[in-house]
Structure formats: C-alpha cells, structure tokens
C-alpha cells in the first residue's frame, strides 16, 4: 500500500491517502477499535482477543494511529486526538467477549 493509496489483495485495505473520511477523529477511531470491511478490530482487552489474534492497542495507541493518519498521507487535520477522548468511545469488540 505505497503512498497510502490502499490495496486488495489478502483483504481490502483502504487508501489512507488524502481519505475525506479522516474528517472526523471518531470515524477513524471507531475503524481501529472495531475494524471495518473485513479488518480485525485492535480495541480487545490484553489477552482477550477472538480467535487467539487481533493484536491489543491501548487507547494512548489508537489515539496515536488516528494522529498520525490524519496528518499524514496527505491530509491534512490536526493530530489532537487524546486517550481519554478514545477511551469515552464505545469499544464494540471489548463488548463482544463479555466481562472477564
């Protein structure tokens, strides 16, 4: 996926670049925590993932990814997006495995 312009092949990943979708902080957020088309959610807690896989992000983490794509690839946003901003979202995979 050079350049962020997306791929398909394995799965379907969509482009990063210049997406206008990264209007909204939330819209990235909630693809991160939850996937989306077929990309595995990265919201579980540690050690709670399906399947035995999708790898862990801790709200600081996916705060991270959701900054730095909207401010790179060619958009053009602010990265201020902050843990606690994520951590007041619904975490929908979190959800699915119940309590521990």
């Known amino acids: 996926m050079p350049g962020g312009q997306g791929a398909v092949g394995a799965g379907a990943y969509p482009k990063l670049a210049a997406n206008k979708n990264f209007v909204s902080w939330a819209f990235v957020a909630l693809t ?10 990265f ?11 999708p ?6 983490q996916i705060a991270d990814v959701v900054n730095y794509v909207r401010s790179h690839f060619g958009n053009g946003y602010k990265a201020e997006v902050t843990a606690e901003q994520i951590s007041a979202l619904p975490h929908p995979a979190a959800e699915l495995i119940g309590p521990q």
């Not at 925590?33 to 959610?41: E, F, H, Q």
């Not at 790898?55 to 600081?60: E, N, P, T, V």
């Open 32 to 41: 991160v925590l939850d996937g989306r088309n077929g990309m595995p959610p």
């Open 43 to 53: 919201g579980f807690p540690i050690g709670r993932g399906m399947d035995s896989g």
């Open 55 to 60: 790898a862990h992000l801790s709200d600081a």
